[in-house]
């Protein structure tokens, strides 16, 4: 469905993936450092990272997304949470934290379906945090 390279309905080194309630298909793509979007036929939708929402240097290993749709794109280089809107036309925020606090390492996150819980993947440990 998905050819290899680095235009935009193409993938690199895709690490993870999502699928909203409304068939859009959203691939961490970290070769690229990208967040890319497809439709159920796999055409390109839109992409965020670089050059159009962050200005930093960043390796996407894992996304997920909320009951509202919002898109949760995981940076284990960075050590950083980002949230997109669910079309990803707009950066909502950036959880970070220093070297030995609970988003070090982050590999992989996941939400319940009510969102009140958070499942977070680290290099060596698994943690399941309360939402508010």
Same mark, same amino acid.
């Given at each position: 469905?998905?050819? *290899? $390279?680095?235009? /935009? $309905?193409?993938? #690199?080194?895709?690490?993870?993936? +999502?699928?909203?309630?409304? &068939?859009?298909? +959203?691939?961490?793509?970290?070769? %690229? $450092?990208?967040?890319?979007?497809? /439709?159920?036929?796999? %055409?390109? @939708?839109?992409?965020?990272?670089? @050059?159009?929402?962050?200005p930093e240097n960043y390796s996407f290993s894992s996304v997920a997304s909320d009951s #509202?749709?919002?898109i949760f794109a995981v940076d284990g280089w960075n050590n950083q949470v980002y949230e997109?809107?669910?079309? =990803?036309?707009?950066?909502?925020?950036?959880?970070?934290?220093?070297? $030995?606090?609970?988003?070090? &390492?982050? *590999?992989?996150?996941?939400?319940?379906?009510?969102?009140?819980?958070? =499942?977070? @993947?680290?290099? %060596?440990?698994? +943690? =399941?945090?309360? @939402? /508010?």
């Amino acid at each position: 469905m998905f050819s *290899r $390279g680095s235009n /935009d $309905g193409e993938l #690199k080194s895709p690490s993870g993936v +999502t699928v909203s309630m409304n &068939g859009i298909i +959203t691939v961490a793509d970290s070769g %690229n $450092g990208y967040i890319k979007q497809f /439709d159920i036929n796999g %055409n390109f @939708v839109n992409k965020a990272g670089y @050059v159009n929402a962050l200005p930093e240097n960043y390796s996407f290993s894992s996304v997920a997304s909320d009951s #509202k749709g919002n898109i949760f794109a995981v940076d284990g280089w960075n050590n950083q949470v980002y949230e997109f809107s669910s079309d =990803l036309s707009n950066f909502l925020s950036k959880y970070s934290c220093a070297s $030995g606090y609970p988003f070090d &390492g982050v *590999r992989s996150i996941s939400f319940s379906n009510s969102d009140k819980m958070a =499942l977070v @993947v680290q290099a %060596n440990k698994i +943690t =399941l945090y309360g @939402v /508010d």
